[in-house]
């Protein structure tokens, strides 16, 4: 099989109400970037990728584009049915944008599956016992609103909950008490600054509710100060924005320096590399939360087959951006939250396509 064509689709994913990070990051929009693969024998494959914005990791929309423009030409040709050949190939002719790159490798294994019948999670190493429990993340607010999202997602069937951090410490303090007073039976609560604090503010929030079944995900912006808070607090970490490459989550577990991780698929550069760290992660016993990144049901599937393939024991929960956009590219189809859970489809690849009158005429295509 050969590659024979390269589409770029844009999208703008306007979100139901701005979403706030800390460093008054605010988020208001997303834009997606979908690709589709042609092939010599008639099969397509789809991938998106949709950076959270500009300013939340050293990925954004236009990055996207203009990396997929540099490296579609060159990828006319070569056979979609060898994944890591390709991303291999890929590192090759573009230096870094590793995030850009998930798109085609998302797209890859679209194909893969279609073309021997098998969903992805299967192409994955096959499918786990487990639900693919959904993981809700309570944004910045005040404590009401936090509470009452909570609220809202509990009711709907969430047990795992990642509650950003970041209004000053003496409000965060305040909001991990009030918020483990409440935890009910089953429930695991992360409490998340997404590098918000400096190593002093991470110490003193962690230390101020020691007594309490907390864990904490990436404290500090860097890995080394994350690394550093830890030798003076005792609560469980786990690793997200800071993690990229396999040789950044070999560092972390050869220093102890987590118990968890988030591998984000279009961060850590697609499938292919997600599967690497997975099965190392997996060999050191650490536990796993996994997203796409942003994006819409395309993304959200993508990260549904690969949370499949996760033991449930080791399985913290997928973030899923859909609850978030406004715009849905692929109605009623794709892995959709029912119950706190979001299981792939069972359809050969990725179970799921864009429509293409809602995704509009392509930005770029090459053939
Ligand atoms: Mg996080």
Partial sequence: MKITGISLYGLELPLETPQVLSRGRVFDRFHSTF???????????????????????????????????????????????????????????????????????????????????????ELLGGKEENAVPRLASVHLGSFDEMNSEIERKRTAGFRNFSVKMGQGIESDIETIRAVME?????????????????????????????????????????????????????????LDECMVELKDFVRALSDRGCELVSIKLARVGGLTKARAIRDLCLSYDINLFMMCMAGTVVNDTVAAHFAQTIPANRFCGAWSCQDYITVDPAPQLGARTKQGKMPPPDLPGLGVEPDLELLGRPIAVYS
Avoid at 63 to 85: C, S, Y
Avoid at 198 to 220: G, I, Y
Avoid at 222 to 231: F, I, K, P, S
């Fill in 35 to 121: 690709v589709r693969i042609d092939t010599d024998e008639g099969i397509s494959g789809w991938g998106e990728v949709c950076p959270w914005g500009s300013s939340y990791l050293p990925a954004f929309p236009g990055g996207v584009r203009t990396a997929l423009m540099e490296m579609a030409p060159q990828l006319i040709g070569l056979d979609p049915t060898r994944p890591d050949v390709i991303v291999r190939f890929m590192d090759r002719i573009l230096a870094g944008h590793i995030y850009a790159k998930a798109a085609v490798d998302f797209a890859i294994y679209d194909i893969l599956g279609k073309a021997t019948g098998r969903p992805i999670y």
């Fill in 182 to 238: 409440n935890r009910k039976s089953g429930e695991l609560f992360i409490f998340d600054s997404n590098g918000g604090w400096s190593p002093h503010e991470a110490t003193r929030v962690m230390n101020a509710v020691s007594n309490l079944d907390t864990t904490f995900e990436q404290p500090c912006l860097t890995y080394e100060e994350c690394l550093d808070v830890r030798t003076r607090t005792r609560q469980p970490i786990s």
